[in-house]
């Protein structure tokens, strides 16, 4: 499927990219590369917890790249739903939380 608002990422926009900020992109890929390596955290995990981020962020292609991701380290398709409900409930309870925001401002208008 093709959409032309979100344009797939080509060997040749990677090398642009580099061309154009290659010590920014090399940094890039280091920090990419220890952040989902092994650690306290199995990278199954951290990709589970990349869908989540992904779907709050609502990046295509890190919703791509990291469903992928997090089937190549073995998460059902189980797992990936919970985390994307995670991250609608994280979304939805960041609304709600910020909701004190609004009563205050009605209380001091002198609606309430």
């Known amino acids: ?3 032309v608002r979100f344009p797939k990422p080509t060997r040749e926009t990677a090398e ?3 061309a154009l900020a290659p010590e920014a992109d090399k ?3 280091a920090f990419t590369k220890a952040v989902f390596a092994e650690g306290a955290l ?6 589970l917890i990349a869908v989540a981020v992904a ?4 990046c295509p292609w890190c919703i791509e790249g990291h469903v992928k991701a997090a089937r190549r380290e073995g998460a ?11 991250a609608a409930e994280m979304r939805a309870g960041a609304a709600f939380a ?4 609004a009563l ?9």
């Open 98 to 101: 910020h909701s004190v925001k």
């Open 76 to 86: 059902s398709a189980e797992q990936i739903m919970e985390a994307i409900w995670v």
């Open 55 to 58: 779907h709050v962020t609502q």
């Open 27 to 29: 940094a890039f890929r």
């Open 104 to 112: 205050d401002l009605l209380k001091d208008s002198g609606e309430e």
């Open 42 to 47: 199995d990278t199954r995990t951290k990709q």
């Open 1 to 3: 499927m093709s959409d």
């Open 16 to 18: 642009r990219r580099h």
